[in-house]
Each structure stands twice: as C-alpha cells, then as structure tokens.
C-alpha cells in the first residue's frame, strides 16, 4: 500500500516526499516480518511457517498500470506487470508444486488484490499448473465511490474525490481492470472496477474482504479530517452513515471482517491477533476460510459448524467494538479509552442515548464496559 498519484504534478511531489515509493534504490536489504508476514507462530498461528514473497510498492498506481517511460510520460506505471513477473520467477522458485497461493495486500495492495487475483490464477493456468488455487487477501483497500462530506477541487490524491482520482490515473497509467469487470461498463467507465463492491461480484477466485467500517483513508478522501476539533453533527452523521453503507457493501461477501473501529490497514501489524468480531480473531476467520475452502473442494458441504467467516460488526459508531486498536489523541499523543475519543469527537451521550432508547447512565456503562 502508499496511495498513488494520478498526474505529473502530483507524482513529481511524490517522488521528492516518498521516494521509497516511486524507487527501490533506498530500500532496505531486509526487512523482518511482522502480523500475516510474520514466522513467530505467536503472532502468525496459521501461516507462521508458509513460504512468503515480499513485493514492495514502487509502481504508484494501485497495481494496474501498463506504461513504460516514453517522451510523453517521465515515469513508468508497471503494477500490473511487475505481478506477473514475479509470478513467473516464482514458478521457478517452488511455486510450480504448490497447493494454494494466496495473494494479499493492504489499503493500495487490498485494491491491487481484487485487480489482480483472476489475472494471476489465468497466468498459472495459461502456464500449465491448473492444480493451484490462488485466493485473495484485500485489506483496507473496498473503497466507497460515495459522496464527499465537503466536496473539493481535484488537487492531489488527498483532496479528489476517489472517482475522479481513479478516472485521470487510469489514463495516465494506461490501467488494466479485470476483463469480466470491464463487460460489466461502457468504455472509458473502467475506473468503476477500482471499487470493491463492484468488482467482486466478476471475480472468479474466493476473497477474503478486511476492511473497518470507519476506514481512515476512505474518511480522508471524503474529507472528513478528525483533528481534535469536537466533530459537527453533520460530520458525525455522515461518519455513522459511512459505516452503514459499508455494512451494506459488504452483506453480500461469503469471506468478510469488518470491525466498527476507526483505522487503517490491519494483516501487517503485530497486533492484527488482538481485534475480534462477535469473538473471533481475524487470524481465527482466516483459519476458518482456509478450512471452508479446502472442504468444499472435497465434497461441496455447507460452512463449517462454529468456525464463521462472515463477520461484519452491528454496533453503529467508530470504536463500539471494545477490541479496536488504541487511539492516540493526535496532539498530545496520549492513549485515550472509548469515552474519552468519543467526547473528543464531539459525541453527545444525551442525544446518542435518546437515539438508541437508552438511559444516558446505561449508555456511559455500555461505552466503559467491553460490552
């Protein structure tokens, strides 16, 4: 992941910013492992002893582009390209005799999953190893195409609404999207397939969807920017209705763990072992998928019993689930409990009470209590 930048402007200031970003030459021979990339079974219970391939992100468009550096354009957009590359280094390298593969990503790579996943599994195919199964992991990467909180001019990643970003960077990266999904749109409405809910209906191989409900780059984009100021009502609004329309994306995803917290990007950190949903673990989920999968393919029963793999939180605000990441107050750096980041917010426990036919009183034990 590491957004993407869509125009010369942009990409100009991203390369004198975030080199690492748009060159490997800074890069760091190594790199230790850490949540799903991890071989402490701690802190990996189920893939700690999996072969794992690293692919860093310096192609800056969302791993889809097809542009090699010309007159025109100064920097090359090779995403999509630099996937089949390594998949065809890979095969050579122990990938031809293996069962499953199992391609993963998180915020820009979440994205670069549901792009990528069908082409990869056709590359396999086309290259005679049919007995592979190749999955997706997307995390922090199903976007919204949803209407800003206040609508901005397009400037830079930051402040364009997600649609018109997609639009110009696929022009500008010669993009590739999904077959299947491009069928679905008329010409030049491609950018349609950046978004989870839209692509995921066309792809053949099985996804597993993380995403918060209350994502801090989709909130970003939509420029709602928390910043220690007490949120307006309108905002407030607007945040609790972004975690239901997500809700709803989502009801239709076999494989999902969306929990009610505010934050970004999950399977690479330590603590990706600690967040739960109606009381299951994300590595838990996983587990359970990866069961499900192997089982149907056996004998087409129905989901295992007590292992879900779909679990989607109910609760209506960010952090209602008690098992969400710590938040920091962004000034003084300081760990705040659930009520406190809900009064910084602006939270009215009134009002909210009122809304949810509660006492004020029960409301405050509900917030304090891991309930």
Known sequence: GGWYCFNRENCDTRYDTMRRLMSSREWPATRVGTGILSSQPEENPHWWNANMVFIPYCSSDVWSGASSKSEKNEYAFMG?????????????????????????GSSAGGTGVLLNVDRVAEQLEEMGYQGIQVRGLADS??????KQYRRTDCIDTITCAPTEAIRRGIRYWNGIVPERCKLQFKEGEEWNCFFGYKIYPTLRCPVFVVQWLFDEAQLTVDNVHLTGQPV??????YIQ??????????????????????????????????????????PRALHCWDRSLHESN????????????????????????????????????QEMNVIQFLMHMGFDVQKMAQQQGLEPSKLLGMLSSDN
Do not use: M, Y
Not at 141 to 146: I, K, S, V
Not at 232 to 237: A, I
Not at 244 to 260: I, Y
Not at 311 to 332: E, G, K
């Open 141 to 146: 990467g199903w976007f919204l195409d949803n």
């Open 232 to 237: 307006q009502e309108g905002q407030w609004l």
């Open 80 to 104: 999509a390209l630099i996937i089949q590359e390594v998949i065809k280094e890979l095969v050579g390298k122990g990938l031809s005799t293996a069962k499953v593969l199992l391609l993963a």
């Open 241 to 282: 209705n972004l975690g239901r329309e997500l809700r709803n994306t989502l009801k239709d995803v076999t494989a999902s763990f969306a929990p009610a917290c505010l934050s970004h990007e999950i399977i690479t950190r330590n603590h990706w072992t600690d967040i739960q949903v109606k009381g299951t673990s994300l």
């Open 298 to 333: 056996k004998n087409g029963k129905a989901p295992l019993k007590g292992c879900p793999i779909h679990l989607i939180d109910s609760c209506p605000w960010p952090h209602c689930n008690p098992s969400c990441p710590t938040i920091r107050d962004q000034f003084t750096g």
